[in-house]
């Protein structure tokens, strides 16, 4: 089955705790992206990577890491996380041509305390 | 301006007629258009897609795309309960090194 794989689906966390949330994709999908949903501000891209070992910011960066060292995964990294960073987090992908549309992971609620 | 816009809603219909979502947005060099459907808690999931001007029809799903108004829509005929949920307009720019932006979405409630 086609599908992007994010895990966990459910973190708590502390301040400051390193945490890495992972991203499969098995569509061998070139483009691959990072977005946090909060409510009223819609899904707002972190990273993207339009292939492996090419990593780009998107609209809201800071305090985030990526990596694509494969074309199927796309970790996204927490390095040291904050209250700010609470948020349900998805991963997505795509063929990366313009009339192809983004697959979404299931999500992961995050919480940081 | 932001890039994609959306009436945030609610919008309230009831049981049987026709929902109408639209959706504006900034790049004139956007050339594609897609909504999602998502329910609360879940992950987007892509309802339609079109590229070219004029009507694209799915079902009871209805989607509209005039560039020169810059201006996309979704019209869902037949409206059910199970309709219920928020639509997200999201757009595609080549110019944008193939970004997408997202609307804020709009909250459909389908009365019984």
């Known amino acids: 089955e086609a599908q992007v794989t994010q895990n966990p689906r459910y973190l708590i966390t502390v301040t400051g705790k390193k945490l890495t949330v992972t991203c499969s994709q098995n569509?061998?999908?070139?483009?691959m992206s990072w977005y946090r949903q909060d409510p009223g501000l819609g899904l707002r891209q972190i990273y993207y990577?339009?292939?492996?070992?090419?990593?780009d910011k998107g609209d809201v960066p800071e305090g985030y890491k990526v990596s694509r060292k494969e074309k199927r995964n796309f970790p996204l990294i927490l390095e040291s996380p904050s209250p700010n960073q609470t948020s349900l987090y998805f991963c997505?992908?795509?063929?990366?041509?313009?009339?192809?549309?983004?697959?979404f992971g299931n999500g992961t609620r995050l919480t940081v305390t | 301006q932001k890039e994609v816009e959306q009436n945030s809603g609610p919008l309230s219909v009831p049981e049987g007629a026709i929902a109408s979502l639209n959706c504006t947005y900034s790049?004139?060099?956007?050339?594609?258009f897609f909504w999602y459907r998502q329910y609360s808690g879940k992950s987007p999931e892509l309802i339609m897609s079109?590229?070219?001007?004029g009507d694209k029809e799915d079902g009871r799903f209805t989607a509209q795309l005039n560039k020169a108004s810059q201006y996309v829509s979704l019209l869902i005929r037949d409206s059910q309960p199970s309709d219920s949920a928020t639509y997200l307009c999201?757009?595609?720019?080549?110019?944008?090194?193939?970004?997408?932006?997202f609307g804020t979405g709009t909250s459909l409630t389908v009365i019984p």
């Open positions: 790049d004139r060099g956007s050339q594609s």
């Open positions: 569509m061998n999908h070139e483009y």
């Open positions: 997505a992908s795509s063929w990366g041509a313009y009339n192809s549309p983004l697959h």
């Open positions: 990577s339009m292939n492996v070992e090419v990593t």
């Open positions: 999201a757009v595609n720019s080549r110019l944008a090194g193939n970004q997408f932006y």
């Open positions: 079109i590229y070219s001007n």
